[in-house]
């Protein structure tokens, strides 16, 4: 075996032209592996072998495997019931089973069991379980345990429109790791000179469902329109295909009164700072209440188009369209009250996160 | 005080220097601008038997710009570590931080407790205290070392080692120069983190855009819905970027120009070292064929090649013959929006041209683990007989599923991305954002981007053991270890559960031989990392499989390889990304005495 191999080393490098000439005229044509791995001597290089040469000497060439990625993707493992199938794909690139090959990893995979798994702490039996508990403790935390803060202004603007100037805010703030989270949302607008004419705030907890969702459970108080209102909410907020943003939410109010919404976005890149973003929210109430104005049906819809300029991912300004729309009741209610039903407002303001 | 005023203003004088001469060159890119005529020093080198080391905050100038960093001894890269074949070595490390720090000493052989992993193999190394690691050096090559704590190493808390061997070296140089490559940002390693928790693709600035669609860039528009509906981003190729990150070589960025000086006709070995956090580098020097000599310290069988990808963690050995004149060595990003540059040269103060970015990679349906039912091209023979079961241990591929099936033009892909049945090891949580519905052998692929770069680009199937295996038994059974990851969140993990979640580590029993097929269900290449041990990647080789300490598991694909567990005592297994590591992608091995051998 040993002079074969030595063979096939020593007319490897007469043949493999024109590369080995490159390397060094050193290598050795008579540098057996095992003397090479001691240090003695410098063995010749590989080069890509022609398959012609490989079937030369099919037994002792360690080099016939190098014709291997002639093969492409063929999956090179070999196992009890399939081994033919390798063989045949070698015999197609022109190769035969070298001989070296029957051992290793052409070896096929016995099925003997797997241990059952002890506890990771055999570092106690050095240094001791008092001074290992803590940083094993420390490991788990530090690999995938961590938690997050974030506060993000999703809307936060100045509105142009008939009338008195508005203002409006969209935000949300969560504290927590990667399954479960704290999470507090607020919105509002209002009118320069007459103050806030509706907010809300809401304390929920949420939980990861999935890769892209998460379940939000919790409390909304409305600060205004007088009279305030607590309501118990359930909801849903995620990532959808076609990477739509979207969120939606029952509340059940203190008064019996179940309102529904239904929130998206979508970030349309134009370049890699400047982005449109369509927006929408519906609102939606089982029921007439006449004391904040909301009609059954869907009650009012909101449809915005803004253009942002990215300077930091955190920080983006952005100008933009926002109509705004009350609809059945809701629009008769509001009439009979002598507001407007319908508005389009010229928007700016800025998109934040920190 | 003083000093640090002094360095000021030295730095002041420099940046202006710099300034000016970027002003008559603003037409090269950023990368060729030059600070200086390049710097010749080698890195600073530690040696013996008894080594003292420092893990102390410094400041280092990249580019022109300083930079709090975490060093050793001063110096970062850490100094290079010069060991012997054959003796023991003491190494007394100072943790100089306020915090706990660690040193690994990634891919040597030696006894469980001295491997440095805080929480696996000891306590750590306490602020203020020093830690004498102890071992018998038993092997010869190049390696690294690094912090296990924290995110210490993204900071500079990183160095190489090199062993020489006992006798004389099989392989044979005239000169040798160590080249560790790395990334470094200005950012904090731990705001870097928050950021990609808070927003996936913070760092991607070369997204698919309207603008380019309009200009018929990148995907048409049917490839672009259809990704859409799956929620995939096909320039989703590295979480951390240029955009935030200056890719290092011995710690000097591209400006600086870090220069190797040879005499022509030398045989130079270089030994790469990519000690980066998060970046995996395609490695070339235009003019000159690379022979691949090395791999993760273990010598092969030269291959001669072109260009090469590294992944993190992994070092090369690579022997080149220059003529009488200056070469660029090009470290590109995967993603290419950087490159690490240095150059080979004959004298100081010479330079060569420094070849453009190259377009970035787009992500493939390959990519995704779709590689199965790519066999339009007739590239992939495939078994027609290769049931489930043994697809999952790797054993054969099996025939691709029918294209309509499997949603392929619309999207109803959306189904078929997560169907966990084809997994049914991994757990069903949210770090799942996908499993690969057929995942294909890679290794006879250059990686990323390399398909059509018109050279020869180094595979793992060109890898060759110079010597037979010291093992080369039928593995005693197969095992499959599933990398999985949440891009939106920001999750990774293996088979589904974080590090923070496993309720039992992965179990072996000494000297047993399993075949471990890593399947990965990302978009994303991840470099596993078993300490403690080499592993054979099965890629028919037989009794010469290349050993490994390190492997990159190409997106969507596998790989597959044959461990002799043989070091009594707990191991960290992991992605060598930092930060993939540090939310979760990493497990515990226990290697324990077979029963009646006695604990």
């Known amino acids: 075996m040993k002079p074969l191999l030595l063979l096939a080393g020593g007319s490897l490098l007469a043949l493999a032209a024109p590369a080995a000439a490159q390397a060094s005229q050193q290598a050795q044509t008579d540098c ?56 045949s794909d070698m015999e197609r690139t022109g190769e035969k089973m070298p001989g070296h090959d029957a051992g290793g990893t052409a070896l096929p995979a016995g099925d003997a069991p797997a241990p059952t798994a002890p506890e990771p702490d055999y570092a106690d039996t050095v240094w001791g379980e008092e001074a290992m508990s803590g940083s094993r403790r420390q ?99 995620g990532l959808a295909p076609y990477w739509f943003e979207v969120e939606g939410a029952l509340f059940l109010s203190d008064k019996g009164d179940v309102l529904g919404r239904l929130e998206g976005y979508y970030d349309q890149r134009i370049t890699q700072r400047w982005i449109l973003q369509p927006r929408a929210e519906l609102n939606f109430a089982a029921q007439d209440v006449p004391e904040t104005g909301i009609g059954s049906g869907l009650s009012d819809v909101e449809l915005g188009l803004r253009l942002r300029y990215e300077i930091a991912r955190e920080f983006a300004p952005y100008i933009g369209v926002s109509w705004d729309r009350r609809i059945g009741d809701t629009a008769r209610f509001a009439r009979a009250a002598g507001d407007d039903v319908e508005a389009t407002s010229f928007v700016m303001g800025v998109r934040a996160w920190f | 005080m003083t000093i640090s005023k002094l360095d000021r203003r030295t730095f002041f004088r420099g940046a202006a220097l710099a300034g000016g001469t970027a002003a008559f060159s603003a037409w090269l890119p ?26 102390a905050h410094q400041m280092m100038t990249i580019d022109g710009r300083e930079s709090h960093a975490i060093g050793i001894n001063g110096t970062v890269p850490a100094p290079l570590i010069r060991l012997k074949e054959g003796t023991t070595v003491r190494l007394s490390v100072t943790n100089d931080l306020d915090e706990d720090s660690s040193i690994h000493w990634h891919g040597l052989l030696l006894p469980f407790h001295m491997d440095g992993v805080p929480g696996v193999s000891f306590p750590g190394i306490k602020p203020r205290s020093t830690f004498v690691y102890e071992f018998p050096v038993q092997q010869t090559g190049t390696y690294w070392y690094h912090s296990h704590s924290g995110l210490q190493e993204q900071m500079g808390h990183y160095g190489p080692i090199v062993i020489d061997p006992a006798g004389p070296d099989p392989i044979a140089s005239d000169r040798e120069h160590v080249i560790v490559l790395s990334d470094h940002s200005q950012l904090h390693p731990h705001a870097i983190f928050r950021k990609l928790k808070l927003q996936g693709g913070y760092f991607n600035y070369r997204k698919q855009t309207l603008g380019g669609l309009v200009e018929g860039k990148d995907q048409p528009l049917k490839d672009r819905l259809m990704w859409g509906g799956m929620r995939m981003d096909p320039t989703d190729v590295s979480d951390v970027t240029g955009s935030t990150y200056t890719f290092l070589v011995n710690g000097h960025g591209p400006k600086d120009n870090w220069t190797a000086l040879f005499r022509a006709g030398e045989r130079v070995r270089l030994r790469f070292v990519n000690a980066s956090a998060m970046t995996t580098f395609n490695v070339r020097i235009p003019g000159l064929r690379l022979t691949i000599v090395q791999a993760d310290g273990l010598n092969v069988r030269p291959v001669a090649v072109d260009e090469f990808q590294m992944a993190v963690a992994e070092t090369y050995d690579v022997i080149v013959e220059p003529e009488d004149r200056a070469y660029t060595l090009v470290g590109e990003s995967v993603d290419r929006s950087g490159m690490a540059r240095a150059t080979l040269a004959p004298r100081e103060g010479l330079v060569a041209e420094v070849p453009p970015l190259r377009p970035r990679p787009l992500a493939t349906m390959k990519d995704m683990g779709m590689g199965g039912m790519d066999h339009g091209k007739g590239s992939t023979p495939v078994a027609t ?29 959306n189904h078929s991305m997560r169907d966990m049945s084809l997994a049914p090891t991994v757990k069903d949580t949210a770090t799942v954002q996908t499993i690969s519905p057929m995942p294909v052998d890679r290794t006879g692929e250059p990686g990323q981007g390399l398909d059509d770069v018109g050279h020869k680009v180094l595979v793992y199937r060109d890898l060759m053991a110079l010597t037979r295996n010291p093992d080369v038994r039928a593995p005693d059974r197969a095992m499959e270890v599933h990398l999985t990851g949440n891009m939106e969140r920001y999750m990774w993990a293996f088979d589904g559960e974080k590090l923070s979640e496993v309720k039992e580590p992965i179990p072996f029993i000494k000297d047993e031989r399993v075949r471990v097929t890593l399947v990965n ?21 037989g009794e010469f499989a290349p050993r490994k300490h390190t492997v990159q598991v190409q997106p969507g694909g596998k790989v597959t390889f044959d461990v002799t567990t043989d070091a009594i005592g707990d191991w960290a297994f992991h992605c060598h990304l930092l930060y993939h590591m540090h939310a979760g992608m990493m497990q515990v091995v226990t290697v324990r005495p077979r029963t009646g051998d006695g604990a």
């Open chain 1, 32 to 87: 057996p592996p095992e003397h090479a791995a001691m240090g003695h001597c410098k063995p010749a290089p590989a080069q890509k072998t022609p398959p012609s040469q490989t079937k030369g000497s099919p037994a002792a060439d360690p080099h016939a495997g190098h014709a291997m990625p002639n093969t492409g993707e063929q999956v090179p493992q070999a196992s009890n019931s399939h081994a033919g199938h390798d063989m």
């Open chain 1, 139 to 237: 490991l788990r935390k530090e690999h995938g345990g961590g938690t997050f803060a974030q506060v993000m202004l999703n809307l936060a603007e100045y509105r142009v429109h008939k009338g008195r100037d508005g203002f409006l805010w969209d935000a949300e703030g969560w504290f927590g790791g990667d399954i479960n989270r704290l999470v507090v949302k607020t919105e509002g607008s209002g009118a320069f000179g007459d103050g806030v004419e509706d907010a809300e705030i809401q304390a929920l907890y949420a939980r990861a469902i999935g890769p892209y969702f998460n379940l939000q459970a919790g409390v909304r108080y409305d600060i205004s329109p007088d009279p305030s209102r607590t309501y118990a909410t359930i909801g849903f907020e």
């Open chain 2, 30 to 55: 950023a990368w060729a601008q030059p600070v200086s005529a390049g710097i010749a020093r080698p890195l600073p080198t530690v040696s013996g038997t008894d080594i003292a080391l420092r893990i």
């Open chain 2, 385 to 413: 007989d290769c049931p489930p079961e043994h697809a999952a241990m790797g054993h054969c591929t099996p025939a691709p599923v029918d294209h309509v099936a499997m949603g392929h033009g619309s999207g109803g892909m």
């Open chain 2, 521 to 541: 269900d990302t978009m994303m290449g991840h470099p596993i990392h078993l300490h403690g041990h080499f592993f054979e990647l099965v890629t028919g080789h």
